[in-house]
């Protein structure tokens, strides 16, 4: 399953990043790695700088919020399971 898949199929859930994120032309790094975000969709678009694999994807996510598309590679990403609250 790609990266692509498994965010397709967790649309609506969190996921955190595990790295800072890079904002061009606002800043630069944001020194903020660790954080979660509500995902809310997942495309193989190319981004600019990069190539589409298999281990990458653009990611559509609530990001303080306010919606941005970020592209993610499949090692700086986890995709949070929402476990119901033991009884």
Same mark, same amino acid.
């Given at each position: 399953?790609?990266?692509?898949d498994? @965010?397709?199929a &967790?649309?609506?859930?969190?996921? /955190?990043?595990? $790295?800072?994120?890079y904002?061009?032309?606002r800043?630069?790094w944001? $020194? $903020? ?17 990069? /190539? ?7 990611a559509?996510? @609530?990001?303080?919020?306010?919606? &941005? ?9 986890? @995709? ?6 033991? $009884?």
């Amino acid at each position: 399953m790609t990266l692509l898949d498994k @965010l397709q199929a &967790h649309k609506g859930g969190l996921l /955190r990043l595990k $790295n800072q994120l890079y904002w061009y032309g606002r800043g630069g790094w944001d $020194n $903020n790695p660790g954080r979660a975000c509500l995902l809310l969709d997942a495309t193989a678009r190319a981004a600019a700088f990069a /190539r589409p694999s298999a281990s990458a994807a653009s990611a559509f996510l @609530l990001i303080d919020g306010q919606p &941005h598309w970020v592209w993610i590679a499949e090692e700086d990403v986890e @995709l949070l399971v929402n476990d119901p609250p033991a $009884n």
